[in-house]
């Protein structure tokens, strides 16, 4: 497994934005498509948005579509969540994952099931509240 890295969490008012990185020190994520997930206390863990290794292609689920954002940087290796407009109901821990995908049909594709994933980065967590 790969080692990822979530950071940009915390504390911020209802209709606020926090923008959520993940990187690694061990691989090149250009090859990999990356989905956000988050996971809410007593909640099970769900995609919140991926996108494709081309970066081509994204998805997002209903409850963040028009308020979130995904892209990469790869001169960075980083890719990232921008979060607009934050509601109590985003509280949660984030996480990142990957997945090796650079194949010809595959660097098109991604994934907002955890278990399409490998990799998992530790969390970061992501509170909204007045």
């Known amino acids: 497994q790969l080692q990822l890295v979530e950071s940009g969490g915390g504390l911020v008012q209802p209709r606020g934005s926090l923008r959520l990185s993940c990187t690694s020190s061990?691989?090149?994520?250009?090859?990999?498509?990356i989905g956000w997930f988050r996971q809410a206390p007593g909640k099970e863990r769900e995609g919140v948005s991926c996108i494709s290794s081309s970066g081509g292609s994204t998805s997002y689920a209903a409850t963040v579509k028009g308020r979130f954002t995904i892209s990469r940087d790869n001169a960075k290796n980083t890719v990232y969540l921008q979060m607009n407009y934050l509601k109590p109901e985003d509280t949660a821990v984030y996480y990142c994952?990957?997945?090796?995908?650079?194949?010809?049909?595959?660097?098109?594709?991604?994934?907002?099931?955890?278990?399409?994933?490998?990799?998992w980065g530790q969390g970061t967590r992501v509170t909204i509240s007045s």
């Open positions: 994952a990957a997945i090796f995908a650079r194949g010809p049909k595959s660097q098109t594709m991604c994934f907002m099931r955890p278990d399409e994933y490998d990799s």
């Open positions: 061990e691989i090149t994520l250009d090859y990999y498509a």
